[in-house]
Structures are given as C-alpha cells and as structure tokens.
C-alpha cells in the first residue's frame, strides 16, 4: 500500500505559460499586402484593418472590429494612432505619422472614384498608407512575441485569391485594349 503515489499532491511537473499561438498584431510582408491589396480590389485592405482591430478587442476592449474594418476609410485614423502609440509605449522607435497616413490613405481610396483610367491607376496606390502602418505592426511583432514569425505567412487561400485576382485584372486589361468590334 505504501508504493501508491499520493493522488492529492501538487503536480510535480514545472508549469509554464504557453507561447503565444499568433504574434501581437496582424502584419504581412511588403510583398504580400501589394500583390493581395491589387489582386482582391482594395478587399485585403479592409482585411487587414479588421484583423488589428481584432487585436484591440482580444484586449478587452468594447468594440466591433467587423464594423471598424468595413469602414477602413474612416477608422484607420484611430487604428494607426493607436499603433503609433503602442509603439511608443513598447520602445519601439518610429517616424510614423499616423494622421498624415491616414489621411493619404481616405484620399487614395476616394480616387477610385475618378474616371478611368485615372481613377484605376491613382487608386492602386492606396495600399501605399497601410504599408507604412504595417512596418510599424511588423516592428510590434519583432518587440512583443520576438519567438514568432513577425508576419502571416501566404496561406492557400492568399495564394488563390491572388491568382484569382490576377486573373480578373488580366481580363479587364485585355478587355481594355481589345473591346469588342
């Protein structure tokens, strides 16, 4: 009777926190947030605006990051004085103008309403602003969770999407140049 272990005593293991399972804020590479911001139509944008408000209601935090992300245009003002300001508070050494930013980024979305083809070309410059905000998100990462990948990385979906809207920009600009007779 004396070789059973007691059934009442504390673990004898050493507990640990885990790891963070996704890095502080949403950030992707240069690369991915042009190709996926041109293929989608500006969608990637309003994606990408979602997810870090995503980040502020994980926190605790009364808000609706659907709605915040939807209305990207007008919501990024808060979203990316809120990231400088996390920068500032974590060390994290930036020169980022987050209202000058945001207002570039409310213009450049409002020029797609231009004619064409200017208002095609003068848009596809409104990811320009999230890059800018995105190199502080990706600085974030590299501070808060350092053990994790400081961007997503291209998933199945990103590579379909692209592909996809590559495609349809393939088409329009062959529809462009070769309308019918």
Same mark, same amino acid.
Do not use: H
């Given at each position: 009777?004396?070789?059973?272990?007691?059934? !009442?005593?504390?673990?004898?293991?050493?507990?640990?926190?885990?790891?963070?399972?996704?890095?502080?804020?949403?950030? =992707?590479?240069?690369?991915?947030?042009?190709?996926?911001?041109?293929?989608?139509?500006?969608? !990637?944008?309003?994606?990408?605006? !979602?997810?870090?408000?995503?980040?502020?209601?994980?926190?605790g935090?009364?808000?609706?990051?659907?709605?915040?992300?939807?209305?990207?245009?007008? &919501?990024?003002?808060?979203?990316?004085?809120?990231?400088?300001?996390?920068?500032?508070? =974590?060390? =994290?050494?930036?020169?980022?103008?987050?209202?000058?930013?945001?207002?570039? !980024?409310?213009?450049?979305?409002?020029?797609?309403?231009?004619?064409?083809?200017?208002?095609?070309?003068?848009?596809?410059?409104?990811?320009?602003?999230?890059?800018?905000?995105n190199?502080? &998100?990706?600085?974030?990462?590299?501070?808060?969770?350092?053990?994790?990948?400081?961007?997503?990385?291209?998933?199945?979906l990103?590579?379909?999407?692209a592909?996809?809207?590559?495609?349809?920009?393939?088409?329009?600009?062959?529809?462009?140049?070769?309308?019918?007779?």
């Amino acid at each position: 009777m004396a070789d059973l272990p007691n059934a !009442y005593a504390p673990p004898a293991a050493e507990l640990i926190d885990p790891a963070p399972a996704r890095s502080a804020f949403f950030a =992707v590479s240069p690369l991915k947030l042009v190709v996926m911001s041109t293929a989608t139509f500006g969608i !990637y944008e309003i994606w990408w605006s !979602y997810q870090n408000w995503r980040v502020y209601k994980s926190r605790g935090e009364k808000l609706n990051a659907a709605l915040r992300g939807f209305f990207a245009n007008f &919501t990024n003002f808060a979203l990316f004085g809120r990231l400088r300001d996390e920068a500032a508070r =974590v060390g =994290v050494a930036v020169s980022f103008a987050p209202t000058a930013w945001a207002l570039a !980024y409310f213009l450049l979305v409002l020029m797609w309403r231009l004619p064409d083809p200017a208002g095609t070309v003068i848009g596809f410059f409104s990811c320009v602003p999230l890059l800018a905000a995105n190199s502080v &998100t990706l600085r974030l990462n590299g501070r808060l969770t350092p053990e994790l990948p400081i961007s997503a990385p291209w998933a199945p979906l990103d590579v379909a999407g692209a592909l996809l809207g590559l495609g349809l920009w393939s088409f329009a600009i062959w529809a462009a140049f070769f309308p019918e007779p």
